[in-house]
């Protein structure tokens, strides 16, 4: 029931953030319900890969962002909207935010070290969460560019009256 | 300009030999450049533009600029050529143009507009109303707090978050009002979202501060640049996604500069 309650949660509030992302990009008023719901699956897809299938961040996040495209290229054509409309806010609330922030204390950190070993461990931080950040950030991007460039057909024409 | 210089008459508009191919040229420029502006990639721009130059009967050649668009139509039944460059159009990302300008390239390619009526929707297009401000203020505040909580900030960090957000999206529109630079604007805001989020620290009201810190400034991170940037490298669009991640990571650093400039200011250290 918990783990339900979780991801449910989950999925709501990727929703919420979703659609008042989206709104910054000013997408057309028929696309916000299908924003909040994507943002929804591609987080709550996320989550269950992490929890129950033992993903690490990296390629979770990969698949995540890999079903929003996928769902994305195939609503585009009945709501005749580009698939960017829906993926592209959709995949900001799986911004890895915190590994960005850990990074850049890290970073200020390391440059006030004293001594070898403590500088060490900043850089370890600065690398780790760097790193980790960079990645996520690329398989969100990589993984719901697929479904685009696999049916470019569908994504280039979704438009079309 | 006058947009009936392009194939105006109803009953010419299978007749390309009649269009004022100079006039066409501009307006797919001027096309292209707010496409690009809006937040369109590349592919996008390319094939829209393509489609509309293949039913004035001419081929159309595109270099895509961080700033400026430029476009070189040829006509193979003449050998005359036609260019025009265009700055980038002053709009900022909106994905309704996006929407409305691929729908109006369709419009076109089908005839069922001729280049005077694109012209005139065009024009149209660019001026759509676009969501109240301060709807979107609370919108972006609201989605933040929810973002605090997707990283595990318990309910008085999503609070502190949404305040921070709310005062750093007012100094925003309220900065960009008065025209002040982007990267200036993003400082700025940055400062003040982190600035604020640090009460946790100081009040010790929640128990994840931490995460509060963190997640304030993220409404302020360009999403969409970094995801076309991407893309168009992806598909081989190299000048245009360097530029596009130029512009990302210069604004992500003018973020870390104010952010940092704020824990600075409060004595915060995050990590042990």
């Not at chain 1, 806010?89 to 440059?111: D, E, H, K, S, V």
């Not at chain 1, 060490?120 to 398989?139: K, M």
């Not at chain 2, 972006?140 to 900030?153: E, K, Q, T």
């Not at chain 2, 360009?222 to 076309?228: K, L, R, S, T």
Request: proline content about 4%.
């Amino acid at each position: 029931m918990n783990v339900l309650l979780g991801i449910l949660q989950d999925g709501l509030f990727a929703a919420i953030a979703g659609v008042g992302f989206a709104a910054i990009s000013n997408p057309p008023r028929v696309a916000y319900k299908y924003c909040a719901l994507l943002a929804a699956i591609g987080h709550i897809g996320r989550y269950c890969l992490m929890t129950f299938a033992g993903f690490s961040l990296v390629f979770a996040s990969l698949a995540g962002a890999f079903l929003v495209g996928l769902l994305a290229v195939f609503i585009a054509p009945r709501v005749k909207c580009p698939p960017e409309v829906f993926s592209y806010p959709a995949l900001l609330p799986m911004i890895p935010g915190l590994y960005a922030y850990r990074t850049l204390q890290a970073f200020m950190l390391a440059l006030s070290a004293n001594g070898e070993e403590e500088f060490g461990h900043y850089f370890y931080l600065i690398e780790f969460n760097g790193l980790t950040c960079l990645f996520v950030v690329l398989g969100m991007v990589v993984g719901q560019l697929i479904p685009i460039m696999m049916f470019k057909r569908v994504a280039y024409t979704s438009t079309r009256d | 300009m006058n947009p009936n210089h392009y194939n105006s008459s109803t009953a010419d508009r299978t007749d390309t030999e009649h269009l004022n191919l100079g006039e066409v040229c501009r307006f797919l420029t001027e096309y292209a450049a707010c496409l690009l502006a809006c937040g369109a990639t590349c592919t996008r721009i390319t094939r829209n533009v393509g489609r509309m130059a293949d039913i004035a009967g001419v081929e159309a050649d595109i270099i895509i600029l961080p700033s400026h668009m430029s476009i070189t139509l040829s006509d193979p039944r003449d050998g005359r050529t036609f260019h025009y460059t265009s700055s980038l159009a002053n709009v900022p990302v909106s994905f309704n143009i996006n929407t409305q300008l691929s729908k109006l390239s369709w419009k076109v390619a089908e005839r069922r507009v001729n280049f005077a009526e694109a012209r005139q929707l065009f024009e149209r297009i660019k001026e759509a109303p676009r969501i109240n401000q301060w709807t979107l203020a609370l919108l972006v505040s609201v989605a933040n707090a929810s973002f605090c909580r997707l990283f595990g900030g318990d309910p008085m960090a999503m609070a502190i978050v949404a305040v921070a957000t709310m005062a750093g999206y007012s100094l925003k529109l309220l900065l960009l009002s008065r025209h002040v630079d982007i990267k200036l604007i993003v400082i700025a805001c940055a400062f003040l979202s982190a600035l604020i989020s640090c009460v946790g620290y100081v009040t010790g009201c929640t128990s994840t501060p931490d995460i509060a810190v963190g997640t304030s400034v993220l409404y302020l991170i360009p999403g969409i640049p970094y995801i076309n940037s991407v893309s168009d490298l992806l598909s081989s669009h190299y000048l245009s996604g360097y530029s596009r991640l130029a512009h990302a990571l210069v604004l992500t650093g003018c973020i870390a500069l104010g952010m940092t400039v704020a824990v600075m200011l409060m004595h915060i250290q995050v990590i042990p």
